[in-house]
């Protein structure tokens, strides 16, 4: 009787997913306003200097540094210049009323904040000896000209849009969006809003699901619930493959007799990887549907688990960085945190456990009382997911690897 092989560790799931990961090519120029969310398809350069002039940093007046060294001086206001409005040269023994931004007058070296000066009349008393450069900004002190400001891959926020607005870029190429299928496997579901029949349970996969999926930007299309029989899955399968690039499924992924996801991937592609070693989340399926003879290459295909915390985490930690892969970022890799654990678990698992928990006021973990895969109420309750390695028990005061959902939601 031959050795059963050993289940992937997280880490060796994650790396055979990203290795087979083949980033989406095509590329649309949308409108700077309009490409929050998207990944940046080409780098971006500045093609100016920011800022474009001297400038300055606060409301007061610009002066000649020389003629202020006594601490106690007082200037001639020549001149008023507001932010978007040019001033003439600067001549010795007076200053200019000036506002935060607007540009430094040629001859004027230091800028003495209003606080520091007594105004009488068209003469100004700055009682201040600045030294040169004081409140100015200098140009090109934030970009360069010719510099790189976004590099390609990156995932576009609303800083990352004010900074190529900044630089006058007024669209990006950013890579289209992926298409990704989904659907969901079991006689026993049924969705919000229809009456339960005995056994049936409501598909809260396919709003957790679908939810994710749109926080990181897909163009879903849902095939809804697929009744549990081998043809039906293999049916919607092929149908899936052909206008998608990725397509994701909950449930079916199990051993028993009605769990047809296995075979109908195995018949209509091939799978590359079947069941991990971490906890909740061990069946997990990763493989390709062919698509028809029309259509070139395959659908990527990962199969979730159909418990509901399972699938959420699952997702959060091989679905999402393999679809930021696809999309192009390179760095996928959420933030660790290690943070006191202040709680105590001296049962241990063997495989490799992913825990919900909660930050509590005093900046240690508290740790959900129930961790069953079933128990969605933990994900809702919890900040983040304790990664607790195989056979390790955790007492109050340890340190552990916390990694926020923020880190993992986007």
Aim: net charge neutral; aromatic share 6%; with cysteine.
């Amino acid at each position: 009787m031959t050795e059963k092989n050993p289940m992937l560790n997280a880490a060796e799931a994650l790396g055979l997913l990203l290795a087979a990961a083949r980033p989406v090519t095509e590329v649309e120029q949308l409108a700077t306003l309009q490409a929050n969310g998207r990944i940046l398809a080409r780098a971006q350069t500045s093609q100016l200097d920011v800022p474009p002039k001297d400038n300055t940093h606060m409301d007061g007046y610009a002066v000649r540094a020389a003629d202020c060294a006594s601490g106690a001086a007082t200037l001639t206001v020549s001149q008023r210049i507001p932010a978007g409005h040019v001033g003439n040269e600067l001549l010795a023994g007076t200053a200019a009323r000036i506002f935060t931004g607007a540009m430094i007058p040629e001859g004027a070296d230091a800028v003495v904040m209003q606080e520091m000066c007594a105004l009488d009349g068209d003469k100004v008393t700055i009682n201040h000896a600045p030294p040169a450069g004081e409140w100015i900004r200098r140009a090109g002190e934030d970009i360069r000209a010719g510099s790189l400001i976004l590099p390609a891959g990156t995932r576009l926020r609303g800083q990352e849009l004010g900074l190529a607005a900044s630089v006058g870029l007024a669209t990006l190429p950013v890579v289209r969006k992926l298409r990704v299928a989904v659907f969901f496997t079991g006689d026993e579901l049924a969705m919000p809003g229809e009456p339960l029949k005995p056994g049936a349970i409501y598909n809260s996969n396919k709003f957790t699901l679908r939810g994710l999926l749109e926080n990181l930007g897909c163009d879903i299309t849902d095939f809804g619930i697929v009744p549990d029989n081998l043809s039906a899955t293999r049916d919607t399968l092929r149908r899936a493959a052909q206008e998608h690039d990725l397509i994701v499924t909950s449930g079916g992924v199990s051993v028993g007799e009605e769990d047809h996801i296995k075979p109908a991937v195995e018949a209509e592609g091939r799978l590359n990887m079947w069941q991990i070693a971490i906890k909740p989340g061990k069946p997990l399926a990763f493989g390709e549907v062919n698509r028809t003879a029309d259509k070139s290459g395959a659908a990527f295909f990962i199969g979730l688990p159909g418990n509901p915390v399972s699938s959420f985490v699952t997702f959060l930690l091989f679905v999402r960085p393999f679809i930021l892969r696809l999309q192009g970022v390179q760095d996928v890799a959420p933030k660790r945190y290690t943070l006191r654990a202040d709680f105590t678990q001296n049962k241990n698992d063997r495989r490799n456990e992913f825990l919900r928990a909660k930050i509590n006021a005093q900046g240690g973990l508290d740790l959900f009382p129930n961790q069953s895969s079933g128990v969605l109420t933990s994900t809702v309750w919890g900040d983040g997911l304790i990664d607790n390695p195989p056979g390790c028990a955790i007492a109050r005061g340890d340190m552990v690897n916390f990694i926020p959902f923020s880190e993992l939601l986007h």
